[in-house]
């Protein structure tokens, strides 16, 4: 009796593909980045724009230089993430691709997952490449290069999923960069922290193994619950 | 039936938008829903649609309760709001290319997707248009766009909010003709306009009327 209500048309009715919709929208996404390019270039000239300004402003002395460059480096970069997380989802909301994203078939985190792989791909991953280029301006030792693009690409990705809550939950109003900000900062300190203590380590010459341990659980932490919540909260937004 | 609502109802601001309203919608029915602005259609639409959850009552879908069954449901549910729902620096290719990986089943690869979009673009009058960037179309053409998805023939149930917007007189009829015979297929369509809904919706005998008279009533016509 129950089966028959549940009705076998419906039971056998395939849907479409997660793996499909999620390349889609992860191959959608990037093209609209490089569609646009001054929004690719943003973040990319802020960081340039604020690492080679220290120098200016400070001595050019290349020990005082290569002492701050690590902290340097991480906070001009998680600055140039913060700067292009309000554009993750607001020009999706404003044209009404964000309401179709989550009327699709497919679970809205895997999609909202997609799209923060295509940020990331945009932003981290640049900004990660481009690091060392600005670490040899401040002098950091070359051989802590690799430690610095490392610890930028994992902990970039962290940025970018951790700032997609924030974003998710500020689509709705006019003005939410500044609430943005506010919301994201706090949830961001950690990975600053083991960001610039991990290369400040390496700079020394020390054991940095659980550093980089502790930067991937964060990752594996805000890839299990970020895309979820994120999902959650743009429902919240679009509500109303 | 394919959604049954029963004793739905939505509170806005302190204001019953509507309540107590029960409601099928079967497959073969189009519905027409009519009502001054702030009435509700919107709410309403966005309700069946899914995307709101603020309301009371029960939508079911095929017996099942909507919440229970929403794979199922999205993937057989077309809604085109307010919002096009169409990137602007996309091109109307790479547009439609992006909701036929959402909503299609087969597995036949980007070529098999990109000749459906070629077919749906044509269909709205958009051939030779198909590689020119959204931004770079008229109003009505965006729209068209949207209208493409259409189409593309995936979903059973259509739910479309102020569909005419934007679109000449050919491309109504053309809208309208669509809906009757996606209705005359078995599929069923819910649609809400200012226009006294063209010329040939009317005639139809596919037509039903949920009317919304301002003051917090719903009336159903069969």
């Not at chain 1, 039971?11 to 490089?34: K, S």
């Amino acid at each position: 009796m129950t089966a028959e209500r549940a009705g076998p048309r419906r039971a056998v009715e395939p849907l479409p593909g997660l793996w499909q919709g999620f390349a889609a929208t992860l191959g959608r996404d990037c093209r609209l980045r490089f569609r646009r390019r001054s929004e690719l270039a943003n973040p990319l000239i802020f960081f340039a724009l604020i690492v080679t300004l220290f120098p200016l402003g400070l001595a050019p002395d290349s020990t005082l230089l290569s002492g701050i460059a690590p902290g340097l480096l991480w906070v001009a970069a998680l600055l140039s993430v913060l700067l292009s997380l309000d554009g993750l989802f607001r020009d999706d909301f404003d044209d009404g691709t964000l309401e179709q994203l989550l009327l699709a078939p497919q679970p809205a985190s895997v999609l909202v997952l997609a799209k923060i792989v295509a940020h990331w791909l945009t932003t981290g991953l640049p900004l990660a490449l481009i690091s060392p280029l600005l670490a040899v301006m401040l002098s950091l030792p070359g051989h802590s290069m690799g430690v610095l693009m490392l610890t930028l690409l994992l902990g970039s990705a962290t940025l970018s999923l951790v700032g997609a809550i924030g974003a998710a939950l500020t689509v709705g109003l006019r003005r939410g960069g500044v609430l943005l900000s506010l919301l994201i900062l706090p949830l961001y300190t950690p990975v600053l922290i083991f960001g610039a203590g991990t290369v400040r380590l390496a700079v020394d010459g020390a054991v940095i193994a659980p550093w980089l341990a502790l930067m991937g659980a964060m990752l594996a932490l805000s890839l299990l619950a970020a895309p979820w919540a994120a999902a959650a909260a743009l429902k919240l937004s679009l509500d109303g | 039936m394919q959604l049954d609502i029963q004793k739905l109802g939505c509170e806005r601001d302190e204001r019953w938008l509507f309540s107590d309203l029960d409601w099928q919608i079967n497959p073969g029915e189009l519905w027409r829903i009519e009502g001054p602005n702030g009435s509700g259609k919107t709410t309403l639409l966005r309700i069946l649609s899914g995307q709101m959850a603020d309301y009371t009552g029960t939508l079911s879908w095929h017996g099942e309760k909507l919440s229970r069954c929403r794979e199922a449901f999205m993937a057989s549910m077309l809604y085109i709001g307010h919002r096009p729902g169409v990137k602007k620096a996309l091109t109307a290719l790479e547009n439609l290319d992006w909701y036929q990986a959402m909503s299609t089943v087969e597995e036949g690869g980007a070529r098999a997707r990109r000749d459906a979009c070629f077919q749906a673009l044509e269909a709205v009058g958009l051939a030779g248009f198909e590689e020119t960037p959204v931004e770079a179309l008229s109003a009505g053409q965006q729209r068209r766009v949207a209208l493409a998805r259409l189409a593309l023939g995936h979903q059973r149930l259509w739910i479309l909010d102020e569909p005419f917007t934007a679109i000449d007189r050919d491309g109504v009829r053309q809208l309208e003709r669509w809906m009757m015979a996606h209705c005359e297929a078995g599929g069923s369509v819910v649609v809400t306009s200012h226009h006294d809904s063209g010329e040939l919706l009317p005639a139809s005998r596919v037509l039903r009327n949920l009317r919304f008279d301002g003051q917090g009533g719903v009336h159903v016509d069969c």
